[in-house]
């Protein structure tokens, strides 16, 4: 699946890309700021399971768990969004 994803990459943005370079992992491990991890139980893209394994690499991250919302619905919840609100003025 990997070689998939950076080759549908490469041919969309006309570059190639290290996969190491857009990992989720190594982005969170290098960021030392407030970070909020949202995700919901029911996503089906990415496994929530799979989204957790990031706070192990993030300890300063701050966890908001949805349900009933999946990949794309998440981004348009009005709780969500008030909890992004509160935590981007804090």
């Known amino acids: 699946m990997r070689q998939r994803a ?7 943005y006309q570059i190639s890309w290290n996969w190491d370079d ?3 992992i190594n982005t969170v491990q290098q960021y ?12 089906h893209a990415v496994p929530y399971h799979e989204a957790m394994k ?4 993030a300890p300063q991250a701050t966890r908001l768990v949805t349900k009933g ?3 794309r619905k998440i ?9 992004v ?4 003025k804090d």
């Open 6 to 12: 950076l080759k549908a990459l490469a041919n969309t």
């Open 22 to 24: 857009i990992s989720p």
């Open 32 to 43: 030392k700021g407030k970070l909020l991890l949202i995700h919901d139980k029911d996503d």
């Open 54 to 57: 990031l706070e192990t690499f």
């Open 69 to 71: 919302l999946g990949h």
């Open 75 to 83: 981004l348009m919840s009005k709780d969500v969004i008030k909890a």
């Open 85 to 88: 609100i509160n935590f981007l």
